[in-house]
């Protein structure tokens, strides 16, 4: 049994606990990343947890959807208020990949890979995905909620037509993870990588090496401009590092990415 609640993920984390100091636990929400940007505008604490069994409105990045029936993935959002500038937030979203892949071997045994700039993958399809949104106040940043969905025991054949592959723990794995230890495990993992950040590590070449997208030749779409080139690697607040034809190294901060055949 791995249904979640409150007092048993309380009960899950260890004495001091950062991430999980406060709980906010809903059978059904909207989407747990509002939900944890209302609690942080009225002064809740960083490391607060929103997470929920179903998200009626959730959503992941450039305003896609993602949909979940109740109780087959993990659904949630940590508030963070990092001695980050806005332009380093990415390396809350580096943390939170790196986390999850290292839960999901630490638990299953399965080596997942992310790919940039906020997605884990698996034999490529799309395991999960990490929203970032900030509140800023001028240069500095006053809190990020970080929300993640990670496909657990979803079967993906149940899923409506999609932009890109989906896949799930249950179809790589062929048999159910329980979410409740799982997600212990996330938040473990990722308290470990953001106690590294808040004492000035960057994160990124640990995340660098776990992106399918570094080495590949690739096509970057920004809406109706489209870059092409070589990822040869990531900066330290997280940026993609593009190698174009004529050799020089272009800065791509946001896009989706594929890789060119052939």
């Not at 709980?23 to 947890?49: C, K, Q, V």
């Amino acid at each position: 049994m791995d249904n979640l609640s409150t007092k048993r993920i309380a009960a899950g984390l260890p004495s001091g606990a950062l991430l999980g100091r406060q709980i906010h636990y809903y059978p059904s929400i909207g989407s747990t990343n509002d939900e944890a940007r209302r609690l942080a505008s009225a002064g809740a604490p960083e490391g607060t947890l929103v997470i929920a069994d179903e998200q009626t409105t959730g959503r992941g990045r450039l305003q896609r959807s993602w949909w979940a029936p109740s109780g087959t993935s993990l659904l949630f959002s940590l508030l963070f208020r990092p001695p980050l500038a806005p332009a380093q937030a990415q390396q809350l979203t580096m943390c939170a990949g790196l986390a999850a892949a290292d839960a999901i071997r630490s638990q299953t045994g399965l080596d997942v890979a992310l790919k940039w700039p906020n997605d884990v993958v698996w034999k490529g399809g799309k395991l999960g995905g990490i929203l970032t949104e900030l509140e800023t106040e001028g240069e500095r940043l006053f809190y990020a909620v970080v929300g993640v969905g990670l496909n657990v025991n979803l079967d993906v054949a149940t899923l409506p037509p999609l932009i890109s592959p989906a896949t799930s723990l249950l179809a790589a794995l062929g048999h159910p993870t329980d979410r409740l230890g799982l997600l212990l495990a996330v938040l473990g993992h990722w308290e470990a990588h953001y106690r590294r950040l808040r004492e000035g590590v960057s994160p990124h070449q640990a995340w660098a090496a776990r992106l399918v997208t570094v080495g590949q030749e690739v096509q970057v779409s920004q809406g109706s401009r489209f870059l092409e080139g070589r990822a040869t690697g990531v900066d330290a607040e997280g940026a993609l590092l593009l190698r174009r034809a004529d050799g020089r190294v272009e800065r791509v901060w946001g896009g989706d990415v594929t890789v060119r055949k052939g």
